[in-house]
């Protein structure tokens, strides 16, 4: 079946540093693939997609481009801020979505002031 | 304002007793869902719904139970079946077209008492 697996946390970074979190999945065909944000207490709220290879998804200054050879679909950003503190899950929908999103683990992002 | 609510924040069960988590959406989506969020686990499917009517199991269905008779509500029910039920549940509805994304509710969080 369908898998992500993302880096584990937490992940603790000083402000205005370069964050990367790695997200690698398996799936067959051509999945959508998504990064959200969750902050403490609250639902999800997306934060980028990519729905076909080398597509690069991007909001609030982060990125994250869908690599089909390496099937990655890394969340970057060039510095981040305190307010960047968050839980963030990778996950992938199969084509057509109908059936629920798989989920990474979630990665804890601490950013220090 | 369009989105998900969920009803109640917080929700407290005693042994033996059913008890029913709200989720309603203003979007016009026809696709909705519900997730359990175990720390440390990522977000699990326990039941979606495509269409008012029909609903199907996800990966971690037993003990509990949904309907859609509405379009805008698709209440879960989780049963005294369910022996292990404290957790962060959260709802979430599909938009029509191709990028399959899902937009999330601000969950409601089930304790056993």
């Known amino acids: 079946g369908d898998s992500v697996t993302q880096m584990e946390g937490p992940v603790t970074l000083s402000e205005e540093a370069f964050l990367t979190i790695n997200c690698t999945y398996t799936?067959?065909?051509?999945?959508?693939l998504f990064w959200y944000v969750q902050y403490p207490g609250e639902g999800l709220q997306l934060l980028l997609k990519?729905?076909?290879?080398?597509d690069k998804g991007s909001n609030k200054g982060f990125e994250a481009t869908y690599r089909k050879e390496t099937t990655s679909f890394h969340l970057e950003k060039g510095s981040v801020q305190v307010s960047d503190s968050a839980v963030y899950f990778c996950?992938?929908?199969?084509?057509?979505?109908?059936?629920?999103?798989?989920f990474g683990k979630g990665t804890h992002l601490i950013i220090q002031p | 304002d369009g989105g998900i609510t969920q009803s109640p924040k917080y929700l407290f069960r005693k042994e033996g007793q059913n008890v029913t988590l709200s989720c309603e959406q203003n979007?016009?989506?026809?696709?909705m869902y519900w997730y359990r969020q175990d720390p440390g686990q990522g977000l699990r499917l326990i039941y979606y719904?495509?269409?008012?009517?029909?609903?199907q199991k996800g990966d971690i269905a037993e003990g509990y139970s949904v309907s859609r008779e509405k379009k805008e509500s698709f209440p879960l029910t989780v049963t005294s079946a369910q022996k292990n039920p404290t957790a962060f549940y959260l709802c979430?509805?599909?938009?029509?077209?191709?990028?399959?994304?899902?937009?999330f509710g601000p969950g409601t969080r089930l304790l056993v008492l």
């Open positions: 996950a992938l929908s199969d084509p057509g979505g109908a059936d629920g999103l798989t």
């Open positions: 990519a729905t076909k290879a080398d």
């Open positions: 979430a509805s599909r938009e029509h077209g191709k990028q399959e994304t899902q937009y």
């Open positions: 799936a067959t065909g051509y999945p959508s």
């Open positions: 979007l016009n989506h026809d696709a």
């Open positions: 719904s495509q269409i008012v009517n029909d609903f």
